[in-house]
């Protein structure tokens, strides 16, 4: 068809124990706007990483306006015009905003961009993207919402036809979300066709003209996305029918587990909150409001200026992470690559690391029952890997967020604090997390959980704190809960 930018044939890719990619035929169109939907592991990065030569597949051929290629390569298909925004940051952390945005066109023609036009022609694509970052900043400086902005004006500053964005609105809060489909848009209209991979189907609906599913490495179906629902979506991409979204919890909540007093920190102002047995205590507010700041603090990651923690009604003295998780407390960072796994180590050691810590302090290894642990584990969060030995790094993304949750999981913790617990978590496995979530509250623990998803944290929590440029704006209780009262607060006009 005439108006077919970009087609896979047959494309088949086979790693150790996993057919990733399994006879796999799918086009996009010009100017088209293509949602690509999947569980977790079920091939959707792997495919995208055939298209800009990443990898090579075993089998089939890739047809770019009309001239077929066995296989892509990263030179040619940035030649042909094709970008990828990957889930994970393709970044230098010490080198500026501006250095990075044209990093890639710097050293793609050798052209020498002086510093001071690098950062205007930076300014200048925030402006188009409505946000505000200082050219100068240090990547490694900024939050992951913001790094993923850099991101995409990296891409953005070349000349796309094709943009390929895997799962970019993932670490981005409502607003920011807003703004980054509003681009989309804009580039739609200007002819670039844009594959857009998510796991938040409303984006699906809000954006695409067009929406394939993927299913074990497989091509399900394409549709118009005005013809299909939501719900039909979701039994196109696992299979089955899931019907409610939140599990229902009824564990009562118990008394006061963890007590924060006037904590003040860096980006922090005065912070007091308790959060009780049995009970998810949720965290609202925009990006940069200072919750990961916060629970960061706590937990003894970062300095804190003051404040006072009371566990269980007696003080401790939280001084590093490892005095928090000795006392019981638990923090599963938002950002896996930097704070959560190693990357290079087997599924099964990575989530007994936490473990090891505890049953060797009671000097006492019971290496089958560390054996059961990791298992059930693997196998509740359905984690989809050959084997439990698998190197984390080969994983997909959803499925090494799954790992990081285990870790944590198996840790035994009193009080565990999620932050951006389901980022990049499918459907299945969301639900998964969250009956997880609610059995720790019914064995007496206690959960923070930071989110940006405004749909599960008040699906979720039982009571809401929303912080706003560091403070705290208000507090609801589940009866008040909408998310105009959450978004007014957290935008300070409440
Ligand atoms: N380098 C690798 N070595 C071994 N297996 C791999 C490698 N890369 C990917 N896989 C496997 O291929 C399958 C598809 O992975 P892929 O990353 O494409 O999934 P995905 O659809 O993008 O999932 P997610 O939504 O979690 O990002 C997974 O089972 C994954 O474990
Ligand atoms: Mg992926």
Known sequence: MADEVLELRHISKQYPGVLALNDVSVSFRTGEVHALIGENG?????????????????????????????????????????????QEFNLFPSLSVAENVFSGNLMGNAVFIDRAQC?????????????????????????????????????????????????????????????????VATLKKQGVTVIFITHRLSEVFRIADRVTVMRDGCFIQVTDAKDITRDELIKAMVGRQISDTYPKRDCPVGKVALEVRNLRAAGVGDINFDVREGEILGFAGLVGAGRTEAMRALFGADQKQSGTVKLEGALVNIKNPRDAVK?????????????????????????????????????????????????????SLSIKTPHVMQLTRNLSG????????????????????????????????????????????????????????????????????????????GELDRADFSQETVLQMASGQA
């Open 119 to 183: 950062e205007q022609r930076t300014a200048e694509i925030f402006q188009r993207m409505h946000i505000k970052i200082n050219p100068k900043a240090m990547v490694k400086d900024l939050t992951v919402a913001y790094k993923q902005m850099v991101e995409i004006a990296k891409a953005l500053s070349k000349n796309v036809r094709v943009l390929i964005m895997d799962e970019p609105t993932a670490p981005l809060t409502t607003n920011e979300t807003d703004i980054l489909l509003e681009i």
């Open 42 to 86: 079920a091939g959707k990065s792997t495919l995208i990483k055939v298209l800009s030569g990443a990898i090579i597949p075993d089998h089939g051929e890739i047809v770019f306006n009309g001239v077929v290629y066995p296989s892509m390569t990263p030179q040619l298909s940035k030649k042909l015009g094709i970008a990828v925004i990957y």
């Open 398 to 473: 959803g499925n090494q967020q799954k790992v990081v949750l285990a870790k944590w999981l198996a840790a035994n913790c009193k009080v565990l604090i999620f932050d951006e617990p389901t980022r990049g978590i499918d459907v299945g496995a969301r639900y998964e997390i969250y009956k997880l979530m609610n059995e720790l509250c019914a064995r007496k623990k206690a959960v923070i959980m930071i989110s940006s998803d405004m749909e599960e944290l008040l699906g979720m929590s039982g009571r809401i704190i929303v912080l706003c440029e560091g403070r705290q704006a």
């Open 327 to 379: 006392l019981g407390i638990g923090l599963i960072p938002e950002d896996r690559k930097q704070h959560g796994v190693v990357l290079g180590f087997p599924i099964r050691w990575n989530i007994s690391l936490t473990i090891l810590k505890f049953i060797s302090k009671l000097s006492f290894l019971n290496k089958t029952k560390e054996k059961n642990i990791t298992d059930d584990l693997v196998a």
